[in-house]
């Protein structure tokens, strides 16, 4: 008897850490899937965003391409309160934010000079493969812009 009891302990401890440390449904290295996406001809492209945990904050780093086809390389560092934090790197933005909506969807804001530059939503598909980013902005000639990304969970 001592010997289930002790079992049964070791196995619900295992299982509360699983859940405790399980990461959410947005972290790991997300990669652009160009046909699935409707991105206009020239735009600049995000083509791999890496979501990880830094401390009580969450770390996006993302990598692409400008619209004359050089790398850009930007990273943000927050929590998905909906609060701006500092995005460096980027020549869109200077501060972004994100709000959870669900366990599945954010919400985003990037900003310029606390002019907003960009909007949309990421949604992880279901069974947590995909994410599909939709935004909407003004690129640096005024003119809006629509786009959405499709990204592949690596």
């Not at 289930?4 to 401890?13: D, G, M, P």
């Not at 899937?33 to 083509?47: F, L, M, R, V």
């Amino acid at each position: 008897m001592k010997g289930k009891v002790t079992i049964l302990s070791v196995l619900l401890c295992l299982v509360s850490a699983a859940v405790c440390f399980a990461a959410d449904e947005f972290t790991g290295t997300w990669k652009l899937n160009e046909a699935k996406s409707k991105i206009g001809a020239g735009a600049p492209k995000n083509t791999t965003v890496v979501y990880e945990p830094a401390g009580d904050m969450t770390k996006v780093t993302v990598d692409g391409v400008d619209a004359d086809g050089k790398a850009t390389h930007n990273e943000w560092t927050g929590k998905f309160d909906g609060k701006p934090y500092a995005v460096t790197g980027d020549a869109n933005s200077d501060m972004r934010s994100y709000k959870k909506v669900n366990d599945r969807t954010l919400t985003f804001t990037a900003t310029k000079a606390d002019k907003v530059t960009t909007t949309g939503r990421i949604e992880v598909s279901a069974d947590g493969k995909s994410r599909t980013v939709t935004a909407t902005g003004t690129d640096a000639s005024g003119k809006k812009t629509t786009s959405t990304a499709v990204y592949d969970k690596q």
